[in-house]
């Protein structure tokens, strides 16, 4: 059977290429980017051509079998208690690693930039205008080459933001090394160096992968392949345990990135997490109060000076104003104006986004040679505007009132002197040749409404715009927060400009309100991304506006397009389910998508009909079905998993005659023994070794067997079948008759079952819109 496998497989792939042309002329079904194979992509990088990888799905429902049952039975008070006790030390751990690993980040992009910025200021002082812009563009080259190196030919997966991919995993997609320990290293060090290198990105998506990543490797109890593994960590080698886990990195990320608690949980339950409960809620909470402390001690220790050019920098807090904001009806429509702003930049910007990583897909499916050569080329085009924009600017005179020094002589502050006279600052320099942190501190700040001119804003907003868009995509670690911060918060700013005369909220607050605009515009997030702009200011007293800019733009956007994120998962072909079901799925019932022939196992099975089967199909479960003389008639027993059966083929408790022989299987057998390995390194159908003998023996598949998996019957509603499918997190779903005197079983569902391509290509006729 077709549907009964992991969610895309080989039949998949050539049903998927036969129906193409069709779903070419449906609008609102986009294929994946890659349409010569239905087999997905992992990461950002196999959007632009990286290696091509399969996908599984992952198994949150609870096996029921008699192993679980006995090891249930058989657990102690104090391994319940050791397993609780385990579960929140491992969400400590991953909150202090994420912490370190996030202030770690800072540092490096801190001193690594600083040292750069500093050598380009002083060669300016000294009027060397041709060897300030070498230094500056060969450093921003190195820097930018050895990221792409690190994702090219280390760990494609660590490309992008991994945001989509963490997202597609909390919904049931596993795919190839997007959590593994090598993804981690690039992650972090391909963050460092991509950042550091002047690249329009941020660092703040990225730490939600690596929160990710660090949690799936305590999770799963290290990785055998690297021999990092911890016997004691047995209770967490499962997918369900996993999610949480990871949840609560992703969590961690975001709380690491912009020193944002509250918003790490937020984001974890608004954007990240397809499943929640209060449970998580709870060691969410925890772990990213773990990383607020964890920053706040290692802040206060640099604040003697001991971490090199760390100073203000990095860990973005804008304490933007502390005054009391009041706003009147000018400011209000300023700000819904903000908002519809807000909106239709943010769905041009996911659109460009779309095309142009469509477009990085020709050159870079040459190879990672190309890969790397696309990100010198972008480098270096980024080297000439950070560079060549500020001489389109005049020199300002330096304001009387300044609180810090002007022209700015070191490598941070708001006046950088570029080519000016003393007494006088570029503040286009000021905003492009400084780190993105510093920039926009500059932006929101409110005790110099004069400090950036009406052009500069302009010129930099789109340099901003259009530079996040032509990076994002490229091969290093890239988020789109910063960009979008960046170019949302210079309109912002640009608007409070033009209405000073006759508004009350300074430029500093618009400034913030633009930022938050365009990231709804992009995101399309609400709660979590209010939260954390307030965390970020530290002023709260900008609730109610900010809840009005995000909820106008999010629903401007909405008209046009899906959000940022939304639209990646769709073309990297990740199977991702929605929390609802498509209104053509009412007119189908679930019998109308499964499909045969169904391939089924005896109670009592012949070993050699087992491996048959094992080897002519990918498929991740068979159904098992009881006849008799054990049942008076056939009636299904359950299901039972590939990765079990291979387990128990290695165990060998074969029999020469068909009967029952649990009990055996029982004593030889603890359910630990099928856990799943981490990192999808198990049992192979290969490493099975099998004697022709044995071929002609029996197994019996009822200690192993799911005697409780989720049923629907084939009239059901494949709208209601999605729904459920989703919420109770499944991998396999029967499908079994109405009317008595037929086989037990129908088929299975699994999650290609319900992708919008497969429907519409069993029936092209239905109109994907009603």
Known sequence: MENNNVDI??????????????????DMIREPLLLR???????????VGAKVSPIESLDYEIVENDLFKQDWRSRKKVQIFQYVVLKWTLVLLIGLATGLVGFFNNIAVENIAGFKLLLTGNLMLKQNYYLAFVALAGCNVVLATCAAVLCAYIAPAAAGSGIPEVKAYLNGVDAHSILAPSTLFVKIFGSIFGVAAGFVVGKEGPMVHTGACIANLLGQGGSRKYHLTWTWLRYFKNDRDRRDLITCGAAAGVAAAFRAPVGGVLFALEEAA????????????????????????????????QCGLFGEGGLIMFDINNSVP??????????ILLGVIGGVFGSIYNYLVDKVLRTYSVINERGPGFRVFLVIVISILTSCCAFGVPWLATCIPCPENAKEECPTKGRSGSYKSFQCPDGHYNDLASLLLTTNDDAIRSLFSSLNTHEFRIPSLIFFFFAMYFLGIITYGIAIPSGLFIPVILAGASYGRLVGRLLGPIANLDCGLFALLGAASFLGGTMRMTVSLCVILLELTNNLLMLPLMMLVLLISKTVADCFNKGVYDQIVIMKGLPFLEAHAEPYMRHLVAGDVVSGPLITFSGVEKVGNIMHSLRM???????????????????????VLRSHLLVLLKGKVFTRHPRLSGAETLKKYHAFDFAK??????????????????MEMYVDLHPITNTSPYTVVETMS???????????????LCVVPKTPGRPPIVGILTRHDFMPEHILGLYPHIDPHK
């Open 274 to 305: 397809s499943w929640w409960r209060s449970a998580l809620l709870w060691r969410t909470f925890f772990t990213t109060a773990v990383v607020a402390v964890v920053l706040k001690g290692l802040i206060e220790y640099c604040k003697n000076g």
């Open 9 to 26: 497989e080989s039949e998949g792939v050539e049903k998927m290429e036969r129906n193409g042309s069709a779903m070419e002329e449906r």
């Open 37 to 47: 194979s239905r087999i997905n992509t992992t990461s950002q990088i196999a959007i």
């Open 617 to 639: 199909t990918s498929h991740n479960a068979f159904p098992v079905i009881d006849e008799p003389p054990i049942t008076d008639a056939p009636e299904l027993c359950g299901l």
């Open 677 to 694: 390995a981490g990192s999808g390194k198990g049992l192979k159908l290969e490493d099975l070794e099998i004697e022709p003998e044995e």
């Open 326 to 335: 009041s706003y009147n009806t000018i400011d209000l429509l300023a700000i």
């Open 718 to 732: 494949l709208a209601k079948a999605a729904i459920a499918f989703r919420e109770l997190g499944l991998r396999h």
